[in-house]
């Protein structure tokens, strides 16, 4: 495999002729270094979600915008194996955040909950790891995973991304890129964003400094603050069902491509939401999520 990522140059100039896959595996992973450790989540969240970067020398790691990276967390379980490594989205540009080739950044909440059956704390083994690491700490990473969640592969393409929280984090690359080395794409964004409280929104000053940008549309949803017009939790699927007519002018485009990212179970309410709003147009959404599926613009990565 070459140590560059070259990208094709006519009808797809976005498509990499080579995408990294697994350069490193839990046997043998690649050691980085942590400079960089913050809580983005605000002082009164009871959510703890920390932005952390990882610093390797130029080369050692390749990924482009949108892939995972594999985290082994040390010790081992309470069978004495070795812990399974967890995949977390990378939430910098291929590049790095400082746009040297040098680092990966990663956005990870907090995991704690309580035993259903004796209703003890527990806390995830790795996210905790994580959270808790300080500059300067050695990590084991794998990786890069994953192949379909990349940005779309031709120029001037919609991209429409739905993220609940960490989801947010491969798409603040791909905000990144488009806006900060393809200004001369000429699609339009959009993304919604839900997350519980004010204090969760999670690079709120980045996600709203492309603002400027005529073809971006942020749209967010506070599930805890606010509610919709039936009194329900406000989820990024009720802020579809708001810009539907918007949505389906886009989604009916044959270069519009659909991304969603976060928590599992989220797909269900936003199907629901694409079907009421097709329907309304007299369409069938299935008919119409089958050729986003057959032209590989449905793209879903949830856990
Ligand atoms: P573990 O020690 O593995 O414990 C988690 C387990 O605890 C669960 O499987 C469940 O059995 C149990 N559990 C958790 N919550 C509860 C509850 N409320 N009640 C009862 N049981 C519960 N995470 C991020 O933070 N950011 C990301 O960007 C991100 N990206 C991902 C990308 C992919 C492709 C995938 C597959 C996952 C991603 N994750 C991400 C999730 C991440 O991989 C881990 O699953 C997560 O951090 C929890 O791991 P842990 O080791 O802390 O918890
Ligand atoms: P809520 O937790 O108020 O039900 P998390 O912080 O757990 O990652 O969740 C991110 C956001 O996704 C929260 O606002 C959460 O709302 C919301 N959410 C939970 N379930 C769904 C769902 N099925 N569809 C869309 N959003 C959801």
């Given amino acids: 495999m070459s140590d560059t990522v070259t990208f094709g140059q006519d009808s797809a100039p976005y498509a990499p002729t080579e995408i990294p896959f697994n350069l490193y595996k839990q046997a043998a992973p690649l050691k980085v ?79 704690v909950y309580n035993d259903p059956e004796t209703g003890e704390e527990r806390r995830g083994v790795c996210s905790n790891y994580l959270c808790d690491l300080n500059v300067g700490d050695e990590v084991a990473v794998t990786g890069p995973a994953g192949k379909a969640f990349l940005l779309p ?65 942020l749209v967010t949803a506070f599930s805890r603050e606010q509610k919709t017009a039936d009194g329900d939790k406000m989820y990024v699927q009720n802020r579809l069902t708001e810009h539907r007519q918007a949505l389906m002018d886009l989604l009916l485009q044959p270069n519009t491509y659909v991304y969603i990212c976060g928590l599992r179970g989220m797909e269900n309410g936003i199907l629901e939401a694409l079907t009421a709003a097709a329907r309304e147009r007299g369409l069938d959404w299935n008919e119409l999520l089958a050729k986003y599926n057959a032209e590989k613009r449905w793209r879903v990565e949830v856990y």
């Fill in 33 to 111: 270094k942590v400079v960089e450790n913050r809580r983005l989540t605000g002082d009164s969240s009871p959510n703890d979600v920390h932005h952390i970067v990882f610093q390797f020398a130029k080369t050692d790691y390749r990924y482009l915008d949108g892939q995972s990276a594999g985290i082994v967390p040390p010790g081992t379980d309470p069978a004495g194996k070795p812990h399974k490594i967890r995949l977390y989205s990378i939430a910098s540009p291929g590049d790095g955040d400082q746009g040297d080739g040098t680092s990966l950044s990663l956005c990870v909440k907090r995991v």
């Fill in 153 to 217: 592969e031709v120029k001037d393409a919609n991209i429409v991304m739905i993220a609940t929280g960490t989801g947010i984090a491969p798409f603040r690359a791909f905000l990144r890129t488009r806006y900060q080395q393809r200004v001369a794409d000429k699609g339009q964004t959009w993304l919604f964003f839900g997350v519980q409280h004010y204090s969760d929104y999670l690079y709120a000053e980045e996600l709203e400094s492309y603002e400027k940008y005529e073809d971006y549309h």
